[in-house]
């Protein structure tokens, strides 16, 4: 027969026990809300993405290039801002890449873009340098045609989710047979397409 005070010890060592096991399932659910957390973040947060276009329309006055900034994801992005370029580059020449004070860009601001439903955004293909020079449309085509010109359209596009998370998408792509025979300025647009980390 137990003496009371091994009665005593058996039940404080079965109170420490059950608070020890308490404490670690605690810490397995809080750990599974944290990832439960997270892939509702994942599934339900603003994706912003783009549609480039598929031609650039070589007549007219200006040759306009549309990109459709689109968002794939289920809640609205707020914030919609981003900056772009389309711009016609003679062979051997590469993409800057920078939308800092000085060098020339194109800046729109969208406000909230909601889930399927397409902002669309104009500009015109212009030849960049130390100044912006217009192109006009048959120039331009000439060029590509000869090789002696690609069409090249990059930008960055920045955003919050409903979350409050600052997102970001870079996209670049390119038009032309003379950016098909720069195979580093071609790595460096595909390398420049790239989403945030979170």
Known sequence: MKTLKEIVTASKFLEVAAIVVGLA?????????????????????AWIGYVLPANFPLEGAITPATLQVTNFGKTPARQV????????????????????????????????????????????????????????PSDLRKGLESGQYFIIFYGRITYTD?????????????SGSAMQGEPDTLKKCVRYNDVDSE
């Open 25 to 45: 399932v605690l810490i397995v659910y809080i750990c599974q809300l944290r990832v439960m957390q997270q892939q509702v973040k994942l599934a339900e947060r």
């Open 81 to 136: 801002e981003g900056d772009i370029i389309a711009t016609a580059l003679m062979k051997g020449e590469e993409p800057a890449f920078d939308f800092t004070v000085g060098h020339p860009h194109n800046r729109f601001y969208a406000g909230a873009v909601f889930p399927n439903s397409p902002f669309p955004v104009t500009i015109s293909v212009v030849r960049y340098g130390d100044k912006p020079i217009a192109i006009s």
């Open 162 to 174: 409903i979350f409050g998370i600052k997102r970001w998408t870079n996209f670049c792509t390119g």
